[in-house]
């Protein structure tokens, strides 16, 4: 298993109640929060999720150990209706990103190095590839993704659509390398070709929409008085759950954050990653 460093988590456990009896943990990812979790609270149940079954099988084994106290489900956190017949979680922790095992592990292709078939989705059993994405996705939609999702400019993010057109329209871009290449023909280095992986990995993935669907179920989800904790590395994702806790504050529901909480200088030297993390902590009102 690559080592994944989990991010503020101490910022997390401090936020987690004493009084909590079921927390779900709906990136689980490697587990490293939820098995943080399950150390410091001896009588907390974990339900662990993850919409990536290869990772989400190895963190079931990894975590075997704790029995009871910690189960699994491979979904996405837009499937929230598997949670309509269990209690109430009385805490929910999302850590949106990818997992560091998707960038090292290059055969998924999500990553620019390596050469890999250029899949980039979390669920390899759902959905489209980022292949079949970029075989028939418009001129116009492969620009707004990039201006959306990758901060692009305009006139840059058309001409970079505009050499994937080309270039496909010569041969299908089926691998990681080949995508590359015409991103480095464009002029971009590895930094910006970086972006524009992750820009088309949003978009195969749908990851605003998860979050927004995610976003708007949350009341129903959450036991009364329970908390929601949310870590995001995207500015977009940011704004989305931020501007989602201020309409819940509307509501009667507490802000624990008033501004997002980040990474210290000490865990950024740590982990170069955690550098633009942020966490936002809400709690649902008593009712
Ligand atoms: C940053 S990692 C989580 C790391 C984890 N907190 C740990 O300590 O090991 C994010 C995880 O979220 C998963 N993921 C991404 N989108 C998801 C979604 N819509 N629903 C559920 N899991 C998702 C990814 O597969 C990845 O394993």
Known sequence: MIHH????????????PETTQFLVDWTLGHGWHTQAILEKFSHIKVLGIDRDPLIFQ???EKLADYGTRFDTQQWSYADMDILTNQTKPDYILLDIWVNM????????GFSIKGEAPLDMRFDINKGITAKEWLTRAKPEDITKCFVEYA?????KAQELANAIIRARNKSPLTTTRQLRQVLYDCGLGDPASSIIFQAIRIEVNQELEQLKVFLQKLPDLLASGGKCAIITFHSTEDRMVKNCFKELLQ??????????IQPTYQEIQRNKASRSAKLRILQKNIS
């Open 5 to 16: 460093i989990p991010v503020l988590l101490n910022e997390v456990l401090a936020s987690i």
């Open 58 to 60: 190895k963190t079931k």
């Open 101 to 108: 095992e998707h960038y090292k592990d290059t055969s998924r």
């Open 151 to 155: 901060d692009f400019t305009e006139p």
């Open 251 to 260: 509501k009667g529901w507490n802000l624990i954050t008033k501004k997002a």
